[in-house]
């Protein structure tokens, strides 16, 4: 597992969070999905879910390559597909910082198209930005080319496991 802290500018608004060195299961499946010991979600194959190539907690980083399959309107990646791209890798920062008895659901996202997300190599970098015991925000940023192309924003509830409810 890599060990981290997140920069200490963030980790002020930080709280309910694993210790950076802390073996939770969040942390060793996403070491099992790298590595190939934990097979990937159902969804994962569906929805051509790319994996993250690497992880601190709090950080969550994808060097992926967008394939032509991913286009409605010729040339450009469909936005809903970024749009889920943005929720799975809030998901991913959210099992590195997590500490074991937590889970995560979805509150509210939302999603900026700065320029044309385009078949070919894209650079995923994910942040967590604030948390509590109970919510989250992770940042989501596409870079393509040298240029940020979208940015997302993702709100997360947090609860205790065997409990959706916030």
Request: proline share 8%.
């Amino acid at each position: 597992m890599l060990e981290a802290t997140l920069p200490p500018a963030r980790s002020g608004r930080m709280r309910g969070l694993a210790a950076p060195d802390a073996d939770t299961s969040g942390r060793r499946t996403l070491t099992g999905l790298a590595d190939g010991t934990v097979p990937d979600p159902p969804a994962a194959d569906t929805l051509a879910l790319p994996p993250a190539t690497s992880w601190l907690p709090g950080l969550i980083t994808c060097e992926t390559e967008f394939d032509a399959s991913l286009t409605l309107t010729p040339g450009v990646v469909f936005g809903g597909w970024i749009a889920c791209l943005v929720d799975h890798f809030a998901g991913l920062v959210m099992l590195s910082a997590i500490p074991d008895g937590s889970g995560f659901l979805t509150a509210g996202l939302s999603v900026a198209y700065h320029a044309p997300l385009v078949p070919g190599p894209v650079t995923v970098e994910t942040v967590l930005t604030s948390c509590s015991t109970r919510r989250a925000v992770a940042e989501v940023r596409f870079v393509q080319d040298g240029r940020l192309a979208c940015t997302g924003t993702v709100e997360q509830i947090i609860h205790r496991n065997g409990s959706n409810r916030a």
